[in-house]
């Protein structure tokens, strides 16, 4: 098949945290299995732009990519080189996919693929969420979305990451169909080595660092607690709410016991390996990459119930999963630190059952057939 996913950004461009690496995976697993796939994005990269070269397909990683200026600095990522490339080209394409929502790559390449007449598969991924209509922009949101995204979505085909997601979906939108198939995400090659006894509990956040992902509730539980612990923060966002959380930190008084790493790619295995516990309490998390690539070299994890991944984590008792509150979140950090047989247990069942329940090759078979689906001839 000839398949073209449109997002936003994409890599190098990975301040934009899970999503932008999971369709570079997908884009990069869909070819090797014999496809055609094509990439339309931006050079977003936050409030910079990426240095390269502007217009004409790069080889990146193996996946034709064509990288377009965008007008707007902001998410809105305004892109009218994209839209006409775009408005050109869409009918060589057997599918759309497109990627995120509320910005005007997705929705007016949305508009461009249904008025001509190619199939389009929309992954919301998380930006339409109950969350993401409370959060900013509220009233104009709900507007857009009465007036524009409903139509729109409405003759297009969803897919959600999650079950959490895709019951979501099914209370905001119609479509075509649904489906629901995990996020591809990378796992190591081999385990590296794991933790070793220590007297200090260690705790990692590896994630955007965002308001969405409840650092401060996290801060707030950690003031309390009496066992010695260690967090490290790995990840990257905006300037002004990091020095905000700082502040915040030094309030709670818990500063000396973080350490800010920044953002990790090629040793984040490692890194995660060396922790006792991945912590990832956000107020809405579509799917969490992170929670996947935790548990692939054993190491436990505390997540709320609003990540997209607290039924599977449950359902194989994987880790704890607490309220989106600081007694919640305190009341399970005090649990797994008096859990050491569970982590125990964690590090040695947790790596098999995620390699074989995101195993690369099923999960991609599910997305062929998606694109198959998608692509058959149907009446409006």
């Known amino acids: 098949m000839n398949i073209l996913h449109i997002n936003a950004s994409y890599k190098p461009a990975h301040i934009y945290g899970g999503p932008t690496m999971s369709v570079a995976k997908l884009c990069e697993q869909l070819i090797r299995i014999g496809n055609q796939v094509e990439v339309f994005t931006t050079t977003a990269n936050g409030t910079e732009e990426l240095a ?3 217009n004409i397909p790069q080889n990146v990683d193996g996946v034709k990519v064509r990288y377009f200026n965008r007008l707007t600095k902001d998410h809105s ?5 994209l839209l006409l490339t775009l408005w050109n080209d869409v009918r060589t394409f057997d599918v759309v996919h497109i990627h995120a929502w509320w910005n005007l ?4 390449s949305c508009l461009i693929a249904i008025t001509r007449n190619v199939p389009v598969i929309v992954s919301p991924r998380g930006t339409l969420s109950p969350y993401s209509f409370t959060n900013s922009n509220r009233i104009i949101k709900n507007i857009l979305h009465t007036f524009i995204s409903k139509p729109l979505l409405k003759r297009t085909h969803i897919h959600a990451t999650s079950d959490r997601e895709q019951k979501a979906l099914q209370n905001l939108i119609e479509s075509k169909s649904t489906f629901t198939i995990y996020n ?3 796992l ?3 385990l590296p080595m794991q933790i070793q006894k220590e007297s200090i509990f260690k705790l990692l956040f590896l994630s955007r660092i965002d308001p969405k992902k409840g650092l401060e509730l996290l801060f707030a539980a950690l003031s309390t607690v009496s066992f010695p612990y260690y967090l490290t923060i790995a990840g990257n966002g905006e300037e002004n709410y990091i020095n905000s959380l700082k502040k915040l930190s030094r309030q709670h008084q818990i500063e000396a016991h ?5 953002f990790k790619t090629d040793d984040k295995f490692e890194l995660i390996a060396r922790h006792h516990l991945l912590v990832l309490p956000s107020y809405d998390e579509n799917f969490g990459n992170v929670v996947v690539e935790s548990l692939s070299v054993g190491t436990a994890v505390l997540i709320s119930k609003e990540v997209g991944l607290a039924k599977y984590v449950e359902e194989n008792n994987l880790g704890w ?3 989106t509150t600081t007694a919640s979140i305190e009341d399970s950090l005090n649990r797994v630190y008096n859990s050491a047989d569970r982590l125990t247990e964690v590090r040695k069942s947790a790596p098999l059952l995620v390699a074989n329940d995101f195993n690369e090759k099923n999960l991609i078979i599910q997305y062929q057939e998606m694109y198959q689906l998608a692509s058959l001839p149907q009446h409006d």
């Open 321 to 323: 999963v607490c309220d």
């Open 77 to 81: 990522h305004f892109s009218p080189r």
């Open 184 to 186: 591809a995400v990378e």
């Open 52 to 54: 390269i070269e502007r």
């Open 258 to 262: 973080i350490d800010w790493v920044g």
């Open 105 to 108: 790559v997705s929705v007016l």
């Open 188 to 190: 190591p090659a081999s």
